[in-house]
C-alpha cells in the first residue's frame, strides 16, 4: 500500500507579494497556503487517491452524511521554521495516534501513521514559502480532518469517507505580549460524561460547547472552565485547552485522563516538569479545592495548555454566586518559564532530549 502523496501543484499561486503581506500579519485561522491534501476511503476500496493538490472547495451532496449526523473528526499542530531556515513538525506522531482513536470512536476509517505523516510533510513541502520566519512563535498551524461524505439518509457508519489537511499560518497568540484569561466555570454545561465522546476531537464536541462559550462572554469572561458531569465538582478542561495547577510545596497537577481530550502540550507540559523542579501529579482536582488553595495561597498558579496558545496563564475565575484569582491574578513565574522552554524545543532554541522534533524540510 503506498503512503504517497503526490503533489499536483496550483497553476494559481498567491503572488509573493500578497503572501508577504499575509504572513506579515497573520492572525490565526483566517489566510490559507495554496495546497491541500486529500485521500478518499470506500468501505470496498479502502484508501485511494492520496494527493496534494490546489486548496479548492469541496463539493458536497446535501445528503452527505456529515452534514446530518456530524460523523467528523479533526487534529491540530504546527510546522516551526528554526533559525536556520530548517522546517520542523513538533510530535506528529501523538496526533496521528490521536487522530486513529478519534477515528475509532467516532466508527471512521483507519488512517495509518505513516499516511497521516506523508500528508502532512507533503503539504508543508509544497507549501513551504507559507512557513513564518518566526520572531517568537509564528508558525505554520496544519488542520488535518476526516468526514463522512457518503450520499445517503440514515445513521450507519459510512461507506465513504473524505481525510484532507489545510494549512494557515499563524502569528503571535498574544498579540501585545502574554495575557492572562478569565474563565467561567459552567454549572449549567458539561463538556462530556463517562463513555461519550469527551476524548475524541470530533467536530461535535465544539458544537455543543458553543452556548457554554456565550454564557462565559455574557459573564464577561474569555473562556468556559468545564467541570465534570457526574456531578463530582471536579475540573475538566477548558474548551480548546486542558488545565494545569501550580503548587507551592512544587507539584505540576493536572485532571486524570478519562472524559478530557488527551492534549499533546498536556503531555509534554508533565514530561517536562522535572526541568522546572516540578512533580507532575494526574488527579482529580475539585472545585472545592480549587478555591479554598486559590484562597490559602497554596495553589500559587493555573495555566491552560494547548498547541494554539502553548501556555495560557488562567489568572481568574467565576461562577454562580463566586469569583476568584489566582495569586495577584497576574502570569505566574513557572507558568511563564514553562511556556519558553516549550518554544524553546519547538523553535530549536534548545536540545531536543525527548527527540520529539521531525524534520521536515
Ligand atoms: C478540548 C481540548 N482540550 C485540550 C486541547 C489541547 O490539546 P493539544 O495540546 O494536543 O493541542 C485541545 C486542542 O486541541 C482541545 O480542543
New binding site residues.
Given amino acids: 500500500m503506498t503512503t504517497d502523496f503526490p503533489l499536483f501543484r496550483t497553476t494559481k499561486p498567491t503572488p509573493e507579494a500578497e503572501r508577504e503581506n499575509i504572513l506579515a500579519a497573520p492572525g490565526f485561522g483566517q489566510y490559507f497556503t495554496d495546497h491541500m491534501a486529500s485521500a478518499v476511503w470506500t468501505s470496498a476500496d479502502g484508501w485511494q487517491d492520496r494527493k496534494i493538490g490546489p486548496l479548492e472547495p469541496f463539493s458536497l451532496h446535501p445528503s452527505a452524511a456529515v452534514l446530518h449526523y456530524g460523523q467528523e473528526i479533526f487534529?491540530?499542530?504546527k510546522a516551526y521554521r528554526h533559525a536556520d531556515g530548517s522546517v520542523w513538525l513538533f510530535r506528529p506522531e501523538?496526533?496521528a495516534r490521536?487522530f486513529a482513536r478519534s477515528a475509532e470512536r467516532l466508527a471512521l476509517p483507519q488512517l495509518s501513521v505513516e499516511d497521516f505523516l506523508a500528508s502532512i510533510e507533503e503539504l508543508v513541502r509544497a507549501d513551504e514559502p507559507w512557513v513564518p520566519v518566526s520572531t517568537g512563535e509564528e508558525s505554520l498551524y496544519l488542520r488535518p480532518f476526516m468526514f463522512a461524505s457518503e450520499v445517503f439518509l440514515g445513521v450507519r457508519p459510512a461507506a465513504q469517507v473524505t481525510y484532507s489537511v489545510i494549512a494557515s499560518p499563524a502569528g503571535p497568540f498574544f498579540a501585545s505580549g502574554i495575557e492572562g484569561v478569565t474563565l467561567w466555570i459552567s454549572s449549567k454545561f458539561t463538556?462530556s460524561a463517562k463513555g461519550g465522546t469527551?476524548e475524541a476531537?470530533c467536530g461535535g464536541?465544539?458544537a455543543a460547547?458553543l452556548a457554554a462559550q456565550v454564557d462565559a462572554k455574557q459573564h464577561g469572561c474569555d473562556q468556559v472552565m468545564y467541570l465534570d458531569s457526574a456531578g463530582d465538582n471536579t475540573l475538566e478542561?477548558?474548551?480548546?485547552?486542558?488545565v494545569c495547577l501550580i503548587t507551592a510545596d512544587g507539584r505540576l497537577v493536572t485532571p486524570a485522563l478519562g472524559t478530557?481530550?488527551?492534549?499533546?502540550?498536556?503531555?509534554?507540559v508533565l514530561t517536562l516538569a522535572g526541568d522546572l523542579d516540578l512533580v507532575p501529579e494526574e488527579r482529580p482536582i475539585t472545585l472545592g479545592e480549587l478555591r479554598s488553595r486559590a484562597a490559602d495561597g497554596s495553589i500559587t498558579e493555573v495555566f491552560?495548555?494547548?498547541?494554539?496558545a502553548v501556555i495560557t496563564p488562567m489568572v481568574g475565575f467565576k461562577g454562580e454566586g463566586y469569583e476568584f484569582t489566582i495569586g495577584d491574578g497576574t502570569p505566574g513565574k513557572h507558568t511563564l518559564a514553562m511556556r519558553e522552554h516549550v518554544l524553546d524545543i519547538q523553535f530549536g532554541r534548545t536540545e531536543d532530549k525527548h527527540g520529539w522534533m521531525r524534520r521536515v524540510l
Fill in positions: 487534529e491540530g499542530l501523538a496526533n490521536r463538556r469527551g476531537k464536541n465544539y460547547s478542561e477548558s474548551g480548546t485547552m486542558n478530557i481530550l488527551e492534549g499533546v502540550t498536556r503531555d509534554t491552560a495548555a494547548g498547541t494554539a
